[in-house]
């Protein structure tokens, strides 16, 4: 069956074709003879009750020019078979009320990977809660007074996150005597302001932050993110280095863990970040890593996906 596939993304001249995992995922389906469609998410819009989206079908290649755009028109988001919603954070009030527009689209018709629903209940901070066995020690708040009690409880060491970056904007590693302390988490919360999370800091990110793919459950691949030696940071947008990782028999329990609330909540593809034993975010948005582990491993998991994306298609309608 010869599917039309929307992808709700950045603009493609932003897409970096040796990094992004949006562009494999289009990359194998169009070589699978399927359409493609790129959306951002100010083409969405209602007309009446019915969501809709003016879209222009592209073409991909790996090349310098790396896409084509052809016709531009307007369709029922319902037109589509399958519904990638692959935004790069942040997930600000355009963002979450693109959710909401995809929530009216006829699921007896149209497969949205991942549920709009659960993007909105996974804030890609918050979610790890939902699984305190698999955590470190964390407070969430907005006091500094409270974020130092934290600190000093668990020895003078922590990593501070606001709850609505990502790529390791806002990320601080914390010391307890550090004459800077009240200044960055004044900073850190403008002021009482603004919610951080805080975590136990594991020495084991040294060592590198586990990128665990996942899908519909199961997990697909690993690789290690080395921070950089001045960096606390292991972020590869920072410049952290990817290296092999097998998938552990503790990946393989978290994910088994995490598996049964992950399907309810139609996460299907997800990215964990793992250090150490500890899992300490669950990326939803717009999970990357695969091209990674792909060149690291010798795999191609967007082949994978796109099964998966073949197969609920067929079954949605």
Same mark, same amino acid.
């Given at each position: 069956?010869?599917?039309? $596939?929307?992808? +709700?993304?950045?603009?493609?001249? =932003? ?5 992004? !995992? ?18 951002? $998410?100010?083409?969405?819009? +209602? ?9 222009? =079908? ?19 988001l319902d037109w589509f078979h399958v519904v990638?919603?692959? #935004? ?16 009216? &689209? ?5 497969? &949205?990977?991942?549920?709009? /629903? ?6 890609? #901070? ?5 699984f305190p066995a698999l955590i470190p020690p964390?407070?969430?708040? @907005? ?27 806002g990320v601080f590693h914390l010391r307890q ?26 020495? *084991? ?17 690993? !690789?290690?993110? &080395?921070?950089?030696?001045? *960096?606390? /940071? ?14 552990? %028999?503790?990946?393989? *329990? ?32 717009? %999970?990357?890593?695969?091209?990674? $582990?792909?060149?690291?491993?010798? &795999?191609?998991?967007?082949? =994978? ?11 949605? @309608?």
């Open positions: 069956m010869r599917l039309r $596939i929307a992808f +709700i993304m950045d603009p493609m001249e =932003r897409i970096l074709v040796d990094k992004d !995992t949006t562009f494999v995922f289009m990359l194998e389906a169009q070589k699978r003879g399927h359409e493609l469609y790129h959306l951002g $998410i100010g083409d969405l819009f +209602i007309d009446g009750t019915q969501p809709r989206g003016r879209c222009r =079908r592209v073409e991909v290649r790996r090349a310098d020019e790396h896409y084509a755009m052809f016709e531009d028109k307007i369709e029922p990638f919603m692959r #935004k790069d954070p942040p997930f600000d009030l355009d963002y979450y009320f693109a959710t909401q527009i995809l929530s009216l &689209v006829d699921r007896t018709r149209t497969f &949205v990977i991942n549920d709009p /629903r659960g993007l909105r209940e996974a804030n890609e #901070k918050l979610y790890a809660l939902n964390t407070l969430v708040s @907005r006091d500094p007074d409270r974020l130092k009690g934290f600190l000093a409880s668990l020895g003078g060491e922590m990593i501070i996150k606001p709850l609505a970056l990502a790529g390791g904007s005597g550090d004459r800077n302390l009240n200044a960055l988490l004044e900073t850190a919360t403008h002021q009482g302001r603004r919610l951080l999370m805080a975590q136990r800091y594991i020495p *084991e990110v040294r060592e590198g932050d586990k990128r665990l793919i996942v899908l519909d459950g199961e997990p697909l691949g690993a !690789t290690l993110r &080395v921070p950089r030696e001045e *960096e606390a /940071r292991a972020n590869i947008h920072v410049g952290a280095t990817c290296v092999h990782a097998p998938v552990s %028999p503790r990946d393989r *329990e978290i994910c088994k863990t995490m598996a049964p609330r992950l399907q309810v909540d139609g996460l299907y593809f997800v990215g964990l970040d793992v250090i150490g034993h500890w899992l300490t975010e669950v990326n939803v948005t717009s %999970p990357t890593g695969i091209q990674e $582990i792909n060149a690291l491993d010798g &795999v191609l998991l967007e082949s =994978r996906v796109i099964d998966f994306v073949e197969n609920k298609a067929a079954t949605w @309608r």
